[in-house]
Every structure is written in C-alpha cells, then in structure tokens.
C-alpha cells in the first residue's frame, strides 16, 4: 500500500490547477443511467471513486469510454468520460460494490424511474458517522416507488413509472435532493422539492440533466421545481471545478505561507470558507485565472466555525481548517454540525504535537508554535488529507499511511504540492 512522506518546513510557491469536482461527477456519471443516449462529461478528475463508479455502472450494463490525451492539450486538463446506458441489463447494486463508495446507492433513482425497479444494498456506515438513507427512501415514496427493505437491500417499484409529488426534507441532505432530482426528471407531472440542497454541486447537476431534456427550475436555492418529462437524451457538459480540492489547498498555503494561484477555482463556490481563511491572516485575491492565497510570515489568527449546509462552511474542509489551527496563536473552536463522528483526523493531529480538545460536536483547539513528524494514518479522505496539511508545517518527516484514501479525492496531490515547492513523495512498496 503507497504512503506519502512529507519533510515539513518549505513554502508553497506557484500555481496548483484544480480541477472537476468529485462530488459533481459522481452523481452526473450516475445520471448517465436515466438516457439510452450517450452522456459526455469533460473536466473528469482522476480518482479512485470515478473508477470505483465506473465499475459499478459496468455491472448495470453502462458502457464508459475514456477518451485519451489529443494533441496540444494542456497537462492538467481532466478527462473525457463517454458513458453509454444504451441497455441496463441488470438493476441490481450488489453489497460488495455499494459499501465501497456511498454514493453508489444513488443509482436507485434513475434505474426505478427509467426501469421500473431497482434492487440496491445499503450502504451501511462508514468513517464519518451512521449516514442513514431514510431521506432518500422518503423522497422516492412520495414520487410513488413502493419500498420494501429485505436482507440489507431496498428494493423499489414503480412498474407504472414514478409520478410528480411535493418532497420535504426535514433536514438538508445533498444525496436526497441528487436523488429526487433525478428521479422526479423522468415522473410524470409536477415535483416540488422544499429545503433542497443546495451546494454548488446540485446546481451542476441539475444545468446537466436540463441538457439532456429536463426541465429543472430553482436550482441552488431551497425550493426546486421539477416538471418530469418521457424521456431524456444525450448531452455533453463540463464538471464544474472542485470547491473542496480549492479550499484544501487554499489551507494548505495559509499553513505554509508562500503565494500560490489555484487556477480554474472559482470563489462563489465557497466563499465562506475564503472569508475563514481572511480571518486567519492569509490574503484571498479572485484573479482572472482563479483564486490567488498568500501569506508572508504573519502568525495565524484563531477563529470560530461551524460547519454548515451551503453557502455555510463545508463540513469537507472541517479536518483541514483544523490542522492549519493547531498552528494559531490562540485558541479556535470547530463545531461541526454535519456528520455525528467526523473527528477522526483529531487523535492523529494530536500525534503530530497538536492540542485539541473534543466536548460532543465541538473541538477546542489551542494553537502551538510547532508540529513535529511521525507516522499517521486516516480513515476518510478529508481527514487524510488535513494530516498532509499538518505535515507540511511540521519539523522533520511525516509518513501518511493508507494513501488510498487521498487517491479517492485528490488527483496527483504529491506532484500538485511537490510543484509548488513541498518535499513529498509517494512511496510504493
Ligand atoms: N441524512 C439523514 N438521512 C438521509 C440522508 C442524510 O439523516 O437519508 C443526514 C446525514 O447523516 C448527515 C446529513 O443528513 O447528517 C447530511 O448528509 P447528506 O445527505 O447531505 O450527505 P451525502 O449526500 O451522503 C454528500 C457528499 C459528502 C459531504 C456531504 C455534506 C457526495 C458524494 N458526498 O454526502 O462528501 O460531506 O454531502 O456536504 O457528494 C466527501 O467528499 O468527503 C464527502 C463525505
């Protein structure tokens, strides 16, 4: 299993492009399931979970075709996926592939809407907290699915189709709107979805399928209305860029210090966290090419945060913000109010020399002059990566263990930070 060494102490100098957000593309290959004509995705990252997908969707029937590199083309260019959902020949989602990648269990949506009927596993838990999918089950009952739960699968029915209805989340879920969403694009009749999402990856979804055919308005505000439709068909669209990579590195050069634009980034997609960011010292400049983030040797101011739905602070960049303030002079408080258990990069930052103090939902972190290297490890992937932030501004070496985790989310995070200046290095064993 690779690790990643890391010698603290350098700054960050340079440029970092950024590019598809994981979050969009999971949900936008899944969409390719509601239309027998082929989806093209351009602006693809290269991570674990798309292939992890891909393999998934292959096993629905959905042919993906990655196109390959065409001449000129910039380096950091993501790839092109073609995916192809021209036969489903099977509608169930097997155990062993759905506990791998949450998200998997989204597929339900469009193979009831488009086939009458899906067969998906539970998810069950996972790092971060129980995660149930009672919200998502809501959301489809109220499109009309009938539901039974039988030895750890949900299967849904809707022989006749799905037909329109009014879904309220009680609480804002990001796999619920994705999933009404989908599903309420091809019922029949008016959906109305109250206290939807609304993350920027919705909106991105929803722009994709009203390509396709749909017909989507309110996208990105609480209140989606969905006018179904009989059929969708094939579209081409770009991921929108990936506010979580942005933030991380973003936190990454606070941490360090040094001048580093994150291009392609936009800062609408999260601008709460840049406004975290600025309180703590660091400068956040929009430029024509993305988001510029500079700090000169000035110390780290402590701040308060919780984590909230959009356009609050993500809880995906809870872990990070936690590692750049260890290094505050003062004492912080991150409160997060997303998942029940998303803590677990706190005992390994402790490792490195950190002060935190957990009281239920809150952590008091206490700012030190100095982190030092030693061998960690995560177990998800935002908390895996705030212990390479920490490494970064620690003395001497640090190994990050189980690099998988990274691999999920960031494409090529050693040769991004390598670029700019960090000593990193992947070793495979
Ligand atoms: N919830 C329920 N019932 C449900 C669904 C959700 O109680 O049926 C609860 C969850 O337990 C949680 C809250 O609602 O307390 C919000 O969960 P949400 O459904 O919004 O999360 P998700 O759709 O499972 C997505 C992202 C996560 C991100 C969250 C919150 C993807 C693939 N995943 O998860 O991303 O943290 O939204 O923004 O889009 C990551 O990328 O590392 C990651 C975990």
């Not at 693809?44 to 997908?53: I, T």
């Not at 380096?75 to 169930?92: E, F, M, R």
């Not at 308060?304 to 505050?328: K, S």
């Not at 501004?393 to 691999?407: K, S």
Request: glycine share 10%; proline share 5%.
């Amino acid at each position: 299993m690779d690790r990643i060494r890391i010698v603290g102490g350098q700054r960050l100098n340079g440029a970092i492009p950024i590019l598809g957000a994981k979050n969009a593309t999971l949900p936008l290959m899944i969409a390719g399931l509601l239309t027998e004509d082929t989806l093209i995705l351009d602006n693809v990252p290269r991570l674990a979970d798309v292939n992890q997908l891909q393999r998934i969707l292959g096993n629905h029937g959905v042919d993906i075709m990655i196109a390959g590199k065409r001449p000129g083309e910039e380096p950091n260019h993501g790839s092109t996926l073609h995916i192809s959902a021209k036969t489903i020949v099977d509608t169930t989602a097997p155990y062993d592939l759905v506990s791998r990648m949450r998200a998997s269990f989204w597929v339900v949506a469009p193979l009831v809407a488009r086939m009458g009927g899906a067969k998906v596993s539970l998810p069950g838990g996972c790092a971060i907290g129980t995660r149930p999918v009672d919200l998502l089950i809501m959301a489809l009952e109220k499109l009309g699915a009938g539901i039974e739960i039988e030895s750890g699968y949900v299967i849904a029915r809707a022989p006749k189709g799905l037909r329109g209805g009014e879904i309220v989340f009680p609480k804002v879920t990001v796999g619920g709107t994705h999933t009404a969403l989908m599903a309420a694009s091809l019922a029949r009749g008016t959906t109305v979805i109250e206290n939807a999402a609304r993350e920027p990856e919705i909106g991105d979804v929803a722009d994709c399928l009203n390509k396709m055919g749909a017909n989507i308005s309110g996208a990105g505000t609480s209140r989606i209305v969905v006018e179904g439709v009989a059929r969708l068909n094939g579209a081409r669209h770009s991921v929108l860029p990936d506010r979580i990579e942005t933030g991380t590195y973003a936190i990454a050069v606070a941490m360090t210090g040094g001048d580093v634009v994150l291009q392609h980034a936009r800062p609408e997609l999260l601008q709460a966290a840049l406004d975290v960011l600025a309180q703590t010292g660091a400068a956040v400049t929009p430029t024509n090419e993305g988001i510029r983030i500079t700090r000169n040797g000035a110390s780290l101011d402590p701040v308060e945060v919780t984590t909230a739905p959009f356009p609050g602070f993500p809880t995906d960049l809870q872990a990070q913000l936690m590692a750049l303030m260890t290094r505050a002079r003062g004492t912080s408080h991150i409160t997060e109010a997303i998942f029940e258990n998303r803590f677990m990069h706190v005992q390994e930052l402790v490792r490195l020399g950190a002060r935190i103090k957990l009281d239920g939902d809150t952590a008091t972190i206490e700012g030190v002059s100095r982190l030092k290297g030693a061998p960690v490890m995560a177990t998800d992937l935002r908390a895996s990566v705030s212990l390479v932030i920490a490494a970064l501004a620690a003395e001497g070496e640090t190994t990050v263990n189980r690099v998988y985790h990274l691999d999920r989310g960031f494409e090529r995070l050693e040769e991004k930070l390598g670029a700019c200046g960090a000593a990193i290095q992947r070793i495979s064993d």
